[in-house]
Each structure stands twice: as C-alpha cells, then as structure tokens.
C-alpha cells in the first residue's frame, strides 16, 4: 500500500491543480474582460456612427422640410396676392353697376315726376267730364245736343291738353 498517495502528496496536488484553475480562471476572466471591452468599443463605435448618420439625416429633412414650408409661403403668397386682385376688380366692377343702376333709377324718377301729375290730373279731368256729362246730357239732350257728341270733344280737349304738357 506504499503505492498510495501520502497526504501531503495529495494535498499538494490539490494546491498545484487548485493554482492551475485559478490561473485558468484569472486567465479566461482576463480574456472576457478584453473580449468585454472590444465588445463595448464597438459598440461605443457603432452607436457614435449612428447618431452621425441620423444627425445627418435629420439635417437633410431640415433642409427640405425649410424650403418646402419656403416654397408654399411663396405660393400662398401669390395665391393669396391673385386673390385679392380679383376681389378688388370684382368690387370695383359691383361698384360701378350700382352707380349705372343709380343713375338709371334718377333718370325714372325725373321723366316721371311730371308725367304723374299729367296722368293724375287727367284722370281727375275725365272722371269730372263724365259727372257733368251725366249730370246736364239729359237738359242737352232734350235741347237737341248729343250727349255723344258732348262726350267726345271733351275726350278730345284732354288729349289736346295732356299733349300740350307732354310733347315727346
């Protein structure tokens, strides 16, 4: 049984593998830290290369976004210009109907002022013929005078002298 380990030869085989794996371990956590620390880097490196990029991005819809907001104002602007053109055309043009309107509706009014009173008048003038012609036919009648003819020159004294007020 000589052939067996003694206990300070096993002992010391467990201190020399315990050291071994201790190496290893130190070793493999040695390697995961660099492995970490490249891993990081390019990480760090991937992220900085992506915020570039989509600061740049940004940048350039800025950009666009600025000259197209640039270009509609124009457009508005023109737009808006054009419109107010043609609002004070068509105003000015409403306008100037109004006044024709106003002028022609003066002119009515004058011509006819006269003419009112002529037609009033006349007709005041026949409704009294009338009355005097019913009134006193009969006494003319029976003198020999015809009412008819009564009737008729008094028609043809008004039209005399509507026409005499009124010359056209």
């Known amino acids: ?22 190496t290893m371990f130190a070793q ?9 620390a490249a891993l990081r880097g390019e990480i760090a490196s991937s992220i900085a290369e992506l915020r570039g990029e989509l600061a740049s991005s940004i940048a350039e819809l800025r950009g666009e976004l600025t000259s197209s907001i640039a270009e509609l104002r124009g457009e508005m602007t023109s737009s808006t210009t054009a419109l107010r053109g043609e609002i004070a055309s068509s105003i000015a043009e409403l306008k100037g109907e109004l006044a024709a309107m ?6 009515v009014e004058r011509t006819t002022a006269g ?14 013929v009338v009355i005097g012609v019913m009134a006193y036919g009969a006494t ?12 008729e020159r008094t028609a043809l004294k008004a039209v005399q002298e509507y026409s005499r007020q009124n010359p056209r």
Not at 28 to 36: I, K, S, V, Y
Not at 102 to 107: G, H, K, Q
């Open 140 to 151: 003319w009648f029976g003198l020999g005078i015809n009412a008819n003819d009564v009737a």
């Open 102 to 107: 106003n002028a022609r509706i003066a002119a």
């Open 1 to 22: 049984m000589d052939d067996a380990p003694s206990r300070p030869e096993i002992d010391s085989k467990f201190a020399a593998s315990e050291a071994r794996t201790d």
């Open 28 to 36: 493999l956590a040695g390697e995961m830290r660099t492995g970490f």
């Open 115 to 128: 003419t009112k009173a002529t037609i009033i008048g006349t007709g005041i003038g026949v409704v009294a």
